[in-house]
């Protein structure tokens, strides 16, 4: 190596020692993501980039991040694949998809008004508030209800054992324009798992969508209760027309999610529709649970930071012991169970839809009605 | 609505209007209310919502990113739906390019979805992540930079004490430094003339443009390649090459004037400089003091 080289190469030794600096805390200056975002995207007026060169120029962190945003922007355009191609392997596909799936119940969950009040909550840490009340069971409707059925009641400020957690009302309808909305709340429960599992490209998942949802306006129309006859017919018959409308449109409500806590709060479950369940740690890291079911997960408890009982649809129970390894329990019937109660990893009381109650004091192992 | 935001969106009624088609607001069902809000709230968080820069602000604004925003944080699902099936795989490919490695880019990007919603209530009160953005860039350019930010708090808070770039050779530096240490004997001119170069090189640097400290930052603090420096300075690589080189020689000049007239350094001296700096150990004796010899 020539002299000149060696003091170019050695120039640029001292340079890149003299620029080395480890990003700092945040200051007053550094900008917040959305400034950011406009900077990186060139939308921000001269003036306003002018002085914010004048922050980045001395600024390791701010240098940091826009460094980040453009290694992002590189790496998108490198990396380039079709929707859902990036799916490879079941450890990025699950967490990915489930975190979807239950930001997808919650939203459809949150957006009525019921359930709203119903205060479902994700509990995190000492954050925890509130949690999901118990809603009281309706009575299934017949094919032609002959009394007016009450809305369920809410309540306002829920306040439960700190064990318990029941989330879901019972939902069941046989009347034509019921079973029209259940088969249209199936497809849209098919239609959000179609939208998480790849298997339909965007434009047509919006074009389904928007069929159903049309389908599903014409279906609620028909629900409407009608006008009361000449004559003043009596206000039952409306009361129960409208109960039915109502009824009709909770069964198109797929299954909240629900956050259940040990008395510690150490933790939180997630648990949701087709088996989701994940499990929100002390760090408030995500993970996903592997249960091994695919059935609409209703209520859950826990009686302590190692034990908790899950039930679901079609009888499903599922519990672990320690913390980590969930197993199946062998459920007493077959119906959904939409409360569950646990002092113990041994004993437990779960409450079917139609409100039947058995309990085990074995783990599961043989159960006893109430 | 208060006063302010309800005077604004009478001013900008037009562009709110156009915005609000633009947008395409009305797929979500979005009231026209709720767009003009989040407009107001966009201009205010720039400042220009008293109206100097407000029509510019507008003027910028993603109307579809915005109202696509707008809609999820109100809960509605075939929103949601739209946002996870158009930017999810982008949002994990600039997690995985963030972070390094695919564990680590997951773990940046799964907790994001329960933040962008708000899973978490605080005083009761849903605090979607979506809240902060006003629509003034794109919605996956926040989201990479909400990652980014995330990202460089996570270094931190790792209680990493090396740079983020650079670990290699500064493990290299420190044990050659300390062989030296071991192998060759204390110069006594070392601590100054390592003292001189580095406020040379200090005052090189604080003298240059900041458009040309932003370059050398992102080239030699965070290893940049010249197209993603392009992308950020909206200079061709060619020019961000170019740039360099010239910066990089003005910096040399500056320090070598400094340490000869401020330092009264010999050129041999200022080779010593360099020498010791770049921590070349042992010492060149061709470029010792030649009493040295």
Redesign the interface.
Known sequence: MSNGEK?GA??????????????G?ATRDCP???????Y??????AGERERL??H???C??C??????????????AV?A?P????LRGWR?AI??LA??A???V???S??TPGIVSQGV??A?NE?L??RAAPLEPEAPAASAPAAPAAAPALPAAPSLASDEIAVNQPMSATSHGLVGANRLAEEKGA??RE??GGAAP?PQ??AK?AVN?REMDALKSKAVPPQEPAGGASSSVLAQTRAATKRAEAFTRPPPFAAIQPPDRSKSWIIGQHGLVLLRDSN???HIVGTGVTADLLAGASSSATVCWIVGRGGTIVRTIDGENWSAVVSPVKDDLTAVSATSANDAVITTADGKSFATTDGGASWHQK | MDAAAAEFCTRYAAAIDRLYKDGNAARWNLDRDAFADALYRAAA?SGAAGGV?AQ?ILD?IRAEDLALAIA?KL????A???F???L???L???????AGD?MRG??L???L??D??G????E?RRRPLLD???G???LL??L??????R??DY??ASGR????E?RG??AA?ASQAAAAAVDDPPEPERARFVEA??QA??AA?ASLA??D??R???Y???Q??L???G??L?EHESSVSRKLAHT?AE??SRVDRALREDGKLSREQI?LC??Y????LPIDLARAFPEAK
Not at chain 1, 10 to 23: D, G, T
Not at chain 2, 75 to 78: C, N, V
Not at chain 2, 161 to 164: D, K, M, R, V
Request: proline share 3%.
């Open positions: 003091d050695q120039f640029e030794s001292v340079l890149r020692r003299a620029m080395v600096a480890q990003p805390a917040d993501a959305g400034i950011f975002a406009a990186y995207d060139r939308a921000l007026s060169d004048a980045f120029a001395d390791a962190r240098q940091a991040q826009l460094a980040a945003i453009a290694r992002a922007d590189d790496g998108a990396r694949t929707i859902f191609g990036w990025i967490p990915a975190a979807a239950v930001l997808l919650v939203v459809q949150m957006r909550q994700l995190a954050d508030e509130r239609l959000s939208a998480l965007a998942l919006m969508q949802e408030s890291r995500i | 968080a820069g510019a910028s999820c809960g509605i699902g075939a949601w739906e739209h996870i099936t158009t999810r795989p982008n994990y490919s600039a997690a995985r390019a963030i695919d997951r773990e990007a799964d907790p979805w329960a962008l919603y899973l978490e209530a605080r009761g902060y953005y006003h003034r860039s794109s350019t926040w990479r930079a909400v990652l980014a930010q990202h460089i270094i931190r004490t090396e740079p983020l650079g050779e500064r530096d170069m580095g090189m200090a640097l900041p458009r400290r932003m050398l930052g992102y030699y603090r965070h940049m390649s197209k993603e420096i992308r950020l909206s990089r910096v040399k080779a360099y020498d700096a770049a921590g070349d």
